[in-house]
Antibody
Framework: EVQLLESGGGLVQPGGSLRLSCAASGFSFRSYAVSWVRQAPGKGLEWVSAISAGGGGTYYADSVKGRFTISRDISKNTLYLQMNSLRAGDTAVYYC?????????????WGQGTLVTVSS | QSVLTQPPSVSGPPGQRVTISCTGSSSNIGAGYDVHWYQQLPGTAPKLLIYGNNNRPSGVPDRFSGSKSGTSASLAITGLQAEDEADYYCQSYDSSLSGSVFGGGTKLTVL
């Protein structure tokens, strides 16, 4: 069974940093591109970042470019999102999701999400 | 403001057919990129409903169907059921942004 389990969310002050993790199981993690998608409270979905299966290709939404860094550790079957210079507008539930076929296509599996709150 | 435009809400009584539109532009849907649809029940993660414009993953009832034409796409739900009450999102790729884009979401209410 494919599972994606996010962790690392919490309360952080504006300007602070946080690292999210997404532990993957039930599939060959090294073979799939994966992504982060966020959802602000009461709002819609926003694509944040994606990384290719091999890790050599990374992509970011303009809203987080230069502040967030996506990475993956194949040996740990884990996806990461390093978030720096956090702003109130980054407050959201962050989901990791898998691309079943090709990068930047559709998502077939999603995690349950982890809440990030940026507030003083 | 979302790159893909969806109506904020739609509604219908049980058994009826409803459609949800998703309007894009020449850099996403109009450029030929596929449209995908997700269903999000309250308090849960999104679930893939339609991929590649009109394909259903296994387990998704055939009451759900998708179509695409020009710079727009639509999700149709026939035989509306109470359990269909949820938020629905369209998604595509945008070449100008070099990334995935979502619609703002549509809340479906079953009257």
């Amino acid at each position: 069974e494919v599972q994606l389990l996010e962790s690392g969310g919490g309360l952080v002050q504006p300007g602070g940093s946080l690292r999210l993790s997404c532990a993957a199981s039930g599939f060959s993690f090294r073979s799939y591109a994966v992504s982060w998608v966020r959802q602000a409270p009461g709002k819609g979905l926003e694509w944040v970042s994606a990384i290719s299966a091999g890790g050599g290709g990374t992509y970011y939404a303009d809203s987080v470019k230069g502040r967030f860094t996506i990475s993956r550790d194949i040996s740990k079957n884990t996806l990461y999102l390093q978030m720096n210079s956090l702003r109130a507008g980054d407050t959201a539930v962050y989901y990791c999701a898998r691309y079943p076929y090709q990068l930047l296509d559709h998502f077939d599996f999603w995690g349950q999400g982890t809440l990030v709150t940026v507030s003083s | 403001q979302s790159v893909l435009t969806q109506p904020p809400s739609v509604s219908g009584p049980p058994g009826q057919r409803v459609t949800i539109s998703c309007t894009g532009s020449s850099s996403n849907i109009g450029a030929g990129y596929d449209v995908h649809w997700y269903q999000q029940l309250p308090g849960t993660a999104p679930k893939l409903l339609i991929y590649g414009n009109n394909n259903r993953p296994s387990g998704v009832p055939d009451r759900f169907s998708g179509s695409k034409s020009g710079t727009s796409a639509s999700l149709a739900i026939t035989g509306l059921q109470a359990e269909d009450e949820a938020d629905y999102y369209c998604q595509s790729y945008d070449s100008s942004l070099s990334g995935s884009v979502f619609g703002g979401g549509t809340k479906l209410t079953v009257l």
